[in-house]
């Protein structure tokens, strides 16, 4: 029996209100977030970074963007996202800001740190609006909201030619400095903008469902082996997807030889499809159920990673004469590599959606702490993938092992949640198959 009180029931145009601000400001802080994916190359350039050591500011944004998402989440459930969506867009402007005055490795690393603050607000929004939209529009809404990962593709346009159009050392309107550190200047001044809009413009009686929920009580679904397998799928979607749009940029640079600008459109072409497909996943979710979506997904990013990890080359065989012959030469061009991560995205997108519709119809008076915990997880995905893609790049000396590092993760999801769905089937009867996307008992929610 819950212990929290029933709230007020939400208007619609509250609704409404909420559903924006909070994907308006997501999609800004999701930029912020992710920002070091375009600006690392002259980053690197100007501080003689290594590849290794830009994944690891790639992953120090990434580790503070995930690992306070939990607490995030469960005080919004407690106090209302309109307070911690306006913390969060204010507190991440300073460190936006300080990211342009940074001269030494050592500095960035730990300003990329501060920014990742801005990643948090994923868990807070989930909360926020999972409080505000009726059940039965929840898979669309949450889709919605979470297209706001798109934001990852804004320094991906934005940022190329801001830093081709502005001097290096130059300084514009007293504030703006010159190239690459123009970026974190504009958008300082933009979280500034949207914290006082969403102050302002949120509904000032706010939905807070958890707020008389004692901590334990909030706590409680998280012993549930059930949220950390829905955990493991967000790593697949969601980390996968974060650390892939930070580290594609540079993997088109360096394979393909493109420029900077043209590998930024060429990795807005894998984000678009993997954010604003969210409400399409979240609809299909809402009409055939999550778990079967979540076996679509599964299955196409198999058989695309399992592509995209073969290297280019050929076996070269020597025989007893002492001659050599090649065989199975294999190699893959610019376009097909593109479309496959364009694919790539439309399957992430699609399943993001609908591990979030799980969490509302099996936990819906702890979406704050349950989608916490599955956000920040799934954001830690996103922390140690850019280090394992250099890591394994360096061992194995084949680019292409990124998306081996993929495959695997997605073929530990698939078959963890396989067996559940077969463990589930054979243990009560036959007739569950019907209702496995329904939870109506409680031994079927501890599955």
């Known amino acids: 029996m819950s212990g929290s009180v029933a709230p007020t029931p939400p208007s619609t145009s509250g609704a409404r209100r909420v559903l924006w601000l909070s994907t308006i400001g997501f999609t800004l802080m999701f930029a912020v977030w992710l920002m070091f994916g375009i600006l690392g190359k002259p980053i690197s350039q100007e501080f003689g970074l290594s590849e290794v050591q830009l994944s690891w500011i790639i992953a120090a944004a990434v580790l503070n963007g995930s690992m306070w998402r939990l607490p995030s989440g469960m005080i919004t459930d407690r106090i209302g996202g309109r307070k911690v969506m306006t913390f969060l867009l204010a507190g991440s402007a300073v460190p936006a800001y300080l990211v342009s005055k940074a001269d030494s490795y050592v500095m960035l690393l730990i300003l990329a740190f501060f920014v990742g603050f801005a990643g948090n607000s994923f868990s807070s929004g989930i909360a926020w609006n999972s409080a505000w939209q009726p059940r039965q529009h929840q898979g669309f809404a949450l889709g ?18 801001l830093i081709a159009g502005t001097t290096v050392g130059a300084t514009y309107l007293g504030i703006f400095p010159g190239g690459w550190r123009f970026i974190p200047v504009v958008y300082a001044v933009l979280l500034v903008v949207m914290a006082v809009a969403t102050w302002f413009l949120a509904p000032h009686h706010d939905q807070a469902p958890g707020k008389s929920q004692p901590l334990r ?12 397998r829905f955990s493991l799928y967000y790593v ?21 030889a493109v420029s900077l600008q043209t590998a930024a459109y060429l990795t807005a072409t894998y984000i678009f499809p993997a954010s604003l497909l969210r409400p399409l996943g979240g ?39 002492g001659t050599q012959s090649e065989h199975l030469a294999y190699s893959i061009g610019l376009i097909p590599f593109a479309i496959l991560v364009f694919l790539l995205g439309c399957a992430m997108g699609i399943g993001k959606a609908a591990v979030f519709k799980h969490i509302p119809e099996y936990f819906p008076d702890n979406v704050g702490a349950v989608g916490g915990l599955v956000g920040m997880l799934g954001g830690l995905g996103g922390f140690f993938l850019p280090p394992m893609f250099a890591y394994t790049k360096a061992w ?37 198959a019907r209702h496995i996307e329904n939870p109506s008992t409680p031994e079927e929610a501890l599955a």
Not at 144 to 161: E, H, R
Not at 217 to 228: C, G, N, S, T, Y
């Open 144 to 161: 919605v909201f979470g297209a706001g990962n798109v934001g990852a593709s804004v320094t991906k346009f934005i940022g190329p030619p």
């Open 217 to 228: 009580e909030q706590l409680q679904p998280l012993r549930h082996i059930r949220v950390w």
């Open 236 to 256: 697949a979607v969601f980390g996968a997807y974060v650390a892939l749009a930070a580290w594609l940029p540079t993997y088109y640079m360096d394979n393909f």
């Open 283 to 321: 609809s299909l979710a809402d009409r055939f159920g999550a778990r079967r979506v979540m076996y679509w997904t599964f299955g196409a990013m198999l058989v695309i990673t399992g592509i995209l990890m073969m290297p280019n080359g050929h076996i070269v065989i020597s025989h007893p004469d």
């Open 396 to 432: 194995f000396g084949f680019p292409s092992s990124t998306f081996f590092v993929l495959f695997l993760l997605t073929v530990c999801c698939a078959v963890w949640m396989h067996w559940t769905v077969v463990h589930m089937l054979h243990q009560h009867t036959p007739e569950l």
